[in-house]
């Protein structure tokens, strides 16, 4: 029986979750973020285009997606480079198309939320 409570409630709280609206602000810089994975993104940057402190805006966003900023654009950038990986693109080419700097950084974050390494992957 408390199983089944467990399950009902576990249902209801995830639906809430689902149908919360973000706030418009955290949507508009989620679009920026999503089309523009290519380019640099800081902190600083999001804060001169959304006119509100990088503080506010880590508070905001956190509050709101449940991830931090940082995370966000890493998990974005990784499932951008599977699919460039799958479509058989180069990995330090795929490295460069998503917006990573480094050959380096790209190869820790990917393995850190794939758990295998660009090359495997590809294969």
């Known amino acids: 029986m408390l199983v089944a409570l467990n399950r009902i409630f576990a249902d209801k709280s995830t639906t809430t979750k689902n149908t919360m609206a973000y706030d418009v602000k955290i949507v508009e810089i989620l679009d920026y973020i999503n089309n523009h994975l290519h380019e640099q993104i800081t902190l600083d940057s999001l804060e001169e285009k959304f006119y509100v402190s990088k503080y506010y805006l880590c508070h905001l966003f956190k509050k709101n997606t449940g991830v931090t900023v ?3 654009i890493a998990y974005k950038r ?3 480079a ?8 180069p990995v330090l080419e795929t490295c460069h ?5 480094d050959y380096s950084n790209f190869y820790k974050t990917f393995r850190r939320l794939e758990g295998v390494s660009p090359r495997e992957y590809k294969q």
């Open 78 to 80: 990784i499932l951008k």
């Open 97 to 101: 198309t998503v917006g990573f700097r």
């Open 82 to 89: 599977k699919e460039l990986l799958i479509m058989g693109a």
């Open 70 to 72: 940082g995370e966000y």
